[in-house]
């Protein structure tokens, strides 16, 4: 007799943002509208070269390929010299386009053979689909954002994400040296999300797990994810890339190829054009500067603490009270925002506020903030 079917998502959390409906609804109540800081959505245009692009090659015909236009690997991989100080990619071996690294980082571990049985570490906070990744492959999750609490195990697969969702923190050099070698030990693979490595803001400078001065050049059992979401306002076009070991990207590509997982043809121009030119990523860059310095000024002297939150495109932020009790007092004043247990238990008395809105809007939020939480302050 046929076993009965067992749905996948049952193996799945509920979708965190669902839990949001009550305070969304607030927030839109609010008389002066919603003000929704909740995601990391961009919101400023796409770059008219990078339009230009797609539409260039909207009439091509012919099924794109998986790895990608020799002219987009080899984009790719200058770029990642240019701007992070990776060397030493090889266009043809080392980088991989992924639909979105939404998608790529949700099926790593199927792809690479991880699952019942085996052990994937995630960070203690965490973008949730770190998490779902390892359970639609089937895998064990460990929490963990060191090394030496993992004890003798050999996990198959360890996240790192630098600078952080949601916090923003940056991992360094050290640190990140200290993963490479647990990789090599172990045999483990460190798959290192790095989609906010060029929006840094203090401190020391965000590095790539595939920085000559973290793995000394070599790639071995590395995997670095980048996307053109965050810093090219991308988001809608799905526009990512794998880089590091080629083995494991080419155990990627052929699996890849076989499911028929690839980048759309004029998708793989756009990618070009905003990889082959750095000054509209400068900009988004100065106009997230400036919103960052408008709202990390009015939550501090409203008595935020904010902690951590030196890279990356939100602000990680407490009243020292429950994170979703802050949430409730946001949503009164129009504003939306992210509890932190989103991310993990370590989160509960946090929230994240995301610097995706327009000026307009970020002014306003300040405004509110100082007006509600800045009179209860005093």
């Known amino acids: 007799m046929a076993q009965s079917r067992v749905p996948v998502s049952q193996r799945l959390p509920d979708f965190p943002w669902d839990s949001l409906a009550e305070a969304t609804a607030a927030a839109k109540a609010h008389p002066e509208g919603l ?29 794109p390929q998986t790895k990608g236009t020799p002219r987009l690997r080899q984009a790719t991989a200058q770029a990642m010299e240019r701007r992070f100080g990776v060397t030493g990619l090889d266009a043809d071996q080392h980088v991989l386009p992924v639909i979105g690294t939404k998608e790529a980082i949700a099926w790593l571990p199927t792809l690479l ?22 359970k ?11 090394t030496l609490r993992l004890g003798p195990s050999a996990p198959a697969l360890f996240y790192l994400n630098s600078p952080a969702n949601p916090h923003g ?47 000394d050049g070599d790639f071995t059992n ?6 053109l979401s965050k810093t090219s306002n991308m988001a809608s076009y799905r526009a990512g890339w794998l880089a590091g070991d080629p083995q494991l990207i080419q155990e990627l590509l052929e699996v890849r190829r076989h499911a028929g997982l690839m980048n759309p043809g ?46 990356g495109l939100y602000l990680w932020a407490t009243e020292g009270r429950n994170g979703r009790e802050t949430v ?10 992210a509890p932190g247990e989103f991310y993990g238990p370590n989160g509960a008395q946090y929230v994240r506020v995301g610097l995706t809105a327009a000026d307009q ?6 405004t509110r903030i100082a007006e509600a939480f800045g009179a209860a302050s005093r």
């Open 136 to 146: 639609l492959a089937g895998a064990e999750v460990t929490r963990s954002d060191s």
């Open 266 to 311: 004029p998708i793989q121009a756009a990618m070009v054009a905003a990889l082959e030119e750095d000054g509209h990523e400068q900009l988004q860059k100065e106009l997230y500067r400036h919103r960052r310095e408008i709202l990390r000024s009015a939550l501090t002297e409203a008595g935020f603490t904010i902690e951590h939150s030196e890279a």
């Open 328 to 337: 409730s007092r946001l949503a009164e004043i129009g504003i939306l925002c």
């Open 169 to 215: 923190k940056v991992l360094g050099v050290e640190h990140l040296r200290k993963m490479v070698e647990f990789a090599r030990e172990r045999g483990t693979i460190v798959v290192s999300d790095e989609c906010y490595l060029g929006l840094g803001w203090e401190g020391e400078r965000p590095r790539s797990i595939l920085d000559p001065e973290v793995c």
């Open 35 to 63: 003000i929704d800081l909740s995601v990391g959505t961009p919101i400023d245009p796409v770059a008219p070269n990078v339009q230009l692009a797609l539409a260039e090659s909207a009439a091509v015909p012919g099924y």
């Open 361 to 366: 809007q970020i002014e306003a939020a300040a």
């Open 113 to 134: 053979g991880v699952g019942e049985g085996h052990q994937v570490v995630i960070p203690e906070l965490a973008y949730p689909t770190y998490e779902v990744s390892a």
């Open 222 to 227: 590395l995997i670095a994810v980048h996307s």
